[in-house]
């Protein structure tokens, strides 16, 4: 139903809200080091896994 009360509203501000600390997403977890470091590890693994496989065998 729609809200057709005559009370007040709240006056606006001219400072934008705080943004939420909470609603970073991803991009923000993918610049953490720890994170990049152990992508990086398991990505240099499964390429050495695959150069194996594909000239090694």
Same mark, same amino acid.
Request: glycine share 8%.
């Given at each position: 139903? +729609? #809200?057709?009360?005559?009370?007040?509203?709240?006056?606006?501000?001219?400072?934008?809200?705080?943004? #939420?600390?909470?609603?970073?997403?991803c +991009? %923000?977890?993918?610049?953490?080091?720890?994170?990049?470091i %152990?992508?990086?590890?398991?990505?240099?693994?499964?390429?050495?896994?695959?150069?194996?496989?594909l %000239? +090694?065998?």
């Amino acid at each position: 139903m +729609l #809200d057709t009360s005559q009370g007040s509203t709240p006056a606006p501000t001219d400072k934008p809200s705080a943004p #939420d600390p909470q609603a970073r997403g991803c +991009l %923000f977890a993918l610049s953490q080091p720890p994170l990049m470091i %152990f992508l990086g590890v398991i990505g240099c693994l499964l390429l050495m896994a695959a150069v194996h496989d594909l %000239f +090694l065998l």
